[in-house]
Nanobody, 114 residues
Framework: QVQLVESGGGLVQPGGSLRLSCVAS????????MGWYRQAPGKQRELVAT???????NYGDSVKGRFTISTDTTKNRVYLQMNSLKPEDTAVYYC????????WGQGTQVTVSS
């Protein structure tokens, strides 16, 4: 089993920045890829960004050039730096780890509003 705990969400004005963190514990040796997904009210959960053990990254089209995913494997953490935030980025952001199966965190709310 893998446990994931997110932090760093909150309220930010359009054009602002936030940094999300996710710490993994448990069977972390099994993790092959970590990432972030988001779900806005009334919409399906969508890919934000992923990073695999080799460091390869993948981003959703709507966040390319604005968001950056990174990891600190020593501390078993994955980060999401979000810049130039837009109101349409408002959603609950979920940390994901993929190993033997998908694991999910509880989610952290990000609200972009003036």
């Amino acid at each position: 089993q893998v446990q994931l705990v997110e932090s760093g969400g909150g309220l930010v004005q359009p054009g602002g920045s936030l940094r999300l963190s996710c710490v993994a514990s448990g069977s972390i040796f099994s993790i092959k890829r970590m990432g972030w997904y988001r779900q806005a009210p009334g919409k399906q959960r969508e890919l934000v960004a992923t990073i695999n053990n080799g460091g390869s990254t993948n981003y959703g089209d709507s966040v390319k050039g604005r968001f950056t995913i990174s990891t600190d494997t020593t501390k078993n953490r994955v980060y999401l730096q979000m810049n130039s935030l837009k109101p349409e980025d408002t959603a609950v952001y979920y940390c994901n780890a993929f190993g033997w199966r998908d694991y999910w965190g509880q989610g952290t709310q990000v609200t972009v509003s003036s």
